[in-house]
């Protein structure tokens, strides 16, 4: 008994640690970045000033965002150009995409996701994932060469390029931009972007002078305010990459503002960017490059992922071909994938946050996705997926309840062994063991079904926060987002009350579904006999009032999944000890209960 307390104690505190912090930490800190976001907003000026010019890295330009457009390239010649909104623009659109391009810097820059929206309502707005410069929440992704007095203009934040030709960006119709320069060398930009989120830039450089050139390529991505963030443990949202032989880079917003910049030793291949909780941008070099990650607090603060190629020569009457890629979209599974192994980019899937545990999380997602191909809702994938689950681990989990029944039935001869030993507890454990042995009884039996869930349930709770499959997917009835929590709250009566629960309330704010879980738990616990051990006794009777309170604020997928694995733990939990001779202990716990709450009130 003693080991089978240890064993549920680090279950739920396992459990409890996580759920409270996820209460008391983060969706306290959630509501505070809210309310700074909103402050912001209302505090923000009208016109954005201009940043100090400089180089966020040497031969990289900072990110200028000077509506007159004036050079942030140390040394470059200035040029006349257009305000920001009269710059032209060539417009872009696909089956997922739609926005346009800006012909100063040739930036990719306002981008609109057609397959999503910023709320589960079909009239909400698309999202929008790259602003243009002049947006308090600028974000983009630029591709040009470093500067150099020697050579002249070379394209970079401020160029005005000219398209050849006319014509919007689509899948089947690239465009093609160019700029000359005063000192012999020609630049032809062609743009291609493929069905779903991945650009090719393909410089084609001509040198007409007399004498061979060298030019540097780089490439940013740069992003202007603090985003808000989820700021959970389970989740990494910020400056990401992974750099030849390296590994993954994971850099949070704070840890890069604390720490400073950060320099990657020279690559062949690899990718850098930004990622978000859903959406990503990032890019992919087709040369020898050194990466870096970046925060400058300048009049308006960025963030910024880029590189330098190596120097590309070129003969005089020469010319050089120049390859890079640029991903800006959804983090969707099998277009992350494809990409991974198509063009060759390592690590690219880990663009999806799947952790530490990702040969338990990337295999559940498998197994998730079939199964919703099959069925076409994910809240029915969750409950057959459950279902498929408890089929794995039947013969352990039949072999532990089997072991729990056993001891149902040796309750009479271990109260006689505690009564014999009362006061000598070194006895009393040698007489238990003994009787263990002699009816081939595991102790710690009892928890293995709490044990075997607690890594699925931590694998699946990854995978709905996640994954964007999962992201607005509904259910039935009032469930329209298995990645949200439960809509519902009594604290207005499950929506027949007109009006929101209060957000400093969020804590006590129980939907329906938790309520169900908490009930299917209750029920669970009262079907074994009230142990002994007072210390398992106060567990084992707000454990359910505490997980209730806890999962409400939890995607309701999970929940979901908790509560119908729990009912299907009490309906194989009850046939075992049927089948065991072992008595059902949950009506006579319910009228000990309710018998001690009647004579505590009288």
Not at 18 to 29: A, D, G, T, Y
Not at 292 to 309: E, I, K, T, V, W
Not at 382 to 395: A, S
Request: hydrophobic fraction near 45%; proline fraction near 7%; glycine fraction near 6%.
């Amino acid at each position: 008994m003693e080991n089978q307390r240890n064993f549920l104690l680090a279950a739920v505190l396992s459990l409890g640690v996580v759920f409270l912090w996820q209460l008391f930490i983060i969706n306290p800190r959630l509501e505070q970045e809210r309310l700074n976001a909103e402050r912001a907003a209302v505090n923000a000026p009208a016109t954005p000033g201009a940043a100090t010019p400089g180089a966020a890295t040497p031969g990289v330009p900072a990110a200028s965002n000077a509506p007159s457009g004036a050079s942030a390239v140390p040394g470059a010649t200035a040029q006349p150009v257009l305000p920001e909104k009269q710059t032209p623009r060539i417009q872009l659109s696909s089956e997922r995409l739609e926005g346009s391009i800006n012909l100063r810097g040739a930036r990719i820059d306002d981008l609109r996701l057609r397959e999503y929206r910023e709320e589960a309502d079909d009239n909400s707005p698309l999202i929008q994932l790259l602003h243009p410069v002049q947006d308090e929440n600028a974000y983009f992704a630029e591709l040009g060469f470093s500067p150099d007095a020697a050579l002249g203009d070379l394209p970079g934040p401020t160029t005005i390029w000219t398209q050849i030709g006319s014509g919007e960006l689509t899948p089947t119709t690239p465009v093609t931009l160019e700029f000359k320069n005063a000192n012999g060398l020609t630049f032809l930009r062609t743009i291609a972007v493929d069905t779903d989120y991945m650009f090719t830039i393909t410089d084609k450089v001509t040198n007409s002078a007399a004498a061979p050139v060298a030019i540097k390529p780089y490439g940013r991505i740069t992003r202007y305010g603090k985003p808000e963030t989820a700021g959970i443990y389970v989740l990494h949202e910020g400056l990401i990459g992974s750099v030849g032989e390296q590994g993954l880079d994971e850099i949070d917003y704070d840890e890069v503002e604390d720490d400073g910049p950060v320099t990657k030793e020279k690559a062949e291949k690899g990718w850098l960017g930004i990622t978000d909780k859903y959406w990503a941008t990032a890019l992919v070099p087709g040369q020898t490059f050194t990466a870096h990650y970046s925060y400058f607090n300048q009049l308006r603060p960025f963030y910024q992922a880029d590189y330098l190629g190596d120097p590309v020569q070129i003969a005089a009457g020469g010319e050089t071909t120049i390859t890079n890629q640029v991903f800006a979209g959804a983090k969707k599974v099998d277009i992350i994938d494809k990409y991974e192994a198509e063009n060759a980019i390592p690590l690219f899937s880990n663009l999806i946050d799947w952790g530490w545990f990702y040969f338990l999380t990337k295999p559940l997602f498998a197994l998730m996705n079939w199964v919703f191909n099959l069925v076409g809702n994910f809240g029915v994938t969750i409950l057959i997926v459950t279902v498929l689950i408890k089929i794995v681990f039947f013969p352990l989990a039949n072999k532990s309840y089997a072991s729990m029944a056993n001891m149902k039935k040796m309750q009479p001869e271990m109260a006689a062994i505690r009564e014999r030993f009362s006061d000598d507890r070194q006895a009393q454990q040698k007489a238990m063991m003994e009787l263990y042995k002699k009816e081939k009884i595991n102790p710690a039996a009892g928890c293995w079904p709490v044990l075997i869930q607690i890594p699925v349930f931590f694998a699946l709770y990854k995978v709905i926060y996640v994954t964007i499959e999962m992201r607005h997917a509904p259910f039935f009835g009032w469930i329209q987002d298995l990645s949200a929590p439960d809509p519902t709250s009594f604290l207005n009566l499950f929506g027949l009350l007109p009006y929101e629960s209060p957000a400093f309330l969020a804590i006590l704010a129980v939907g329906v579904w938790p309520l169900i879980m908490g009930i299917t738990m209750f029920i669970q616990m009262q079907m074994n006999p009230a142990p002994p051990d007072p210390t398992q006794q106060m567990i084992f009777k707000w454990m359910p009032v505490i997980f209730t309170f806890m999962l409400a604020t939890f995607p309701a997928g999970l929940v979901i999944y908790w509560a119908w694995n729990n009912f299907l733990s009490i309906l194989q939990q009850g046939a075992i000890m049927k089948r065991q001779g072992a008595k059902i202990e949950l009506w006579d716990n319910l009228k000990s209960m309710f018998a001690k709450k009647g004579e505590a009130e009288s």
